[in-house]
T-cell receptor, first 113, second 116 residues
């Protein structure tokens, strides 16, 4: 069975600095998708970025980028130029071939002004 | 902004009451989900549906039930609420294309249930 592990329950970063959130996963599949979702306090969870396992190029979305290491089964999220609006819970998620979606336990990110 | 709506946003009720949490989406998505999430904690899948008349139980055992009579509507019902049901319930939807796992989940704002 697939698992997703986020080893950092909480992190803090100074505004305008860069922070990296870690995510590792375990799977025997070769074709899958990985996602980072953001859940702001009392607001809807939204997709931040997604990565297709068969693509070696790391996905980027403006200030958000991933470091995808398929062999190491690692999928970290880097947030550059952190802003106060980035404060949220961040969930790493794996979508399997049989369409099962598995979430990590989340990392709470604090932005220090 | 995602077109998926949950009502009520907040509900405080007494033990033994029957409650229904509503979830509607206007995106025409076939697949819908219910997750249970304690504040600031991980998500647990409790129900999902592939389309009309399809309902499946998720990974976390739940005393709730769901129905899917219309594509856009996926209500969750608790026949007799207990304090152990106190939690936040998140509804989500996604496109479902066989063999295609790229679809992101669109989430509602959640229904926070407190059972006294």
């Amino acid at each position: 069975a697939q698992t997703v592990t986020q080893s950092q329950p909480e992190m803090s970063v100074q505004e305008a600095e860069t922070v990296t959130l870690s995510c590792t996963y375990d799977t025997s599949e070769s074709d899958y998708y990985l996602f980072w979702y953001k859940q702001p306090p009392s607001r809807q969870m939204i997709l931040v970025i997604r990565q297709e396992a068969y693509k070696q190029q790391n996905a980027t979305e403006n200030r958000f980028s991933v470091n995808f290491q398929k062999a190491a089964k690692s999928f970290s999220l880097k947030i550059s130029d952190s802003q106060l609006g980035d404060a949220a819970m961040y969930f790493c998620a794996y979508r399997s071939r049989d369409d099962k979606i598995i979430f990590g336990k989340g990392t709470r990110l604090h932005i220090l002004p | 902004e995602a077109d998926i709506y949950q009502t009520p946003r907040y509900l405080v009720i007494g033990t033994g009451k029957k409650i229904t949490l509503e979830c509607s989406q206007t995106m025409g998505h076939d697949k819908m989900y219910w997750y249970q999430q304690d504040p600031g904690m991980e998500l647990h899948l409790i129900h999902y549906s592939y389309g009309v008349n399809s309902t499946e139980k998720g990974d976390l055992s739940s005393e709730s039930t769901v129905s899917r009579i219309r594509t856009e509507h996926f209500p969750l019902t608790l026949e007799s609420a207990r304090p152990s049901h106190t939690s936040q319930y998140l509804c989500a939807s996604s496109e479902y294309l066989a063999g295609d796992h790229t679809g992101e989940l669109f989430f509602g704002e959640g229904s926070r249930l407190t059972v006294l």
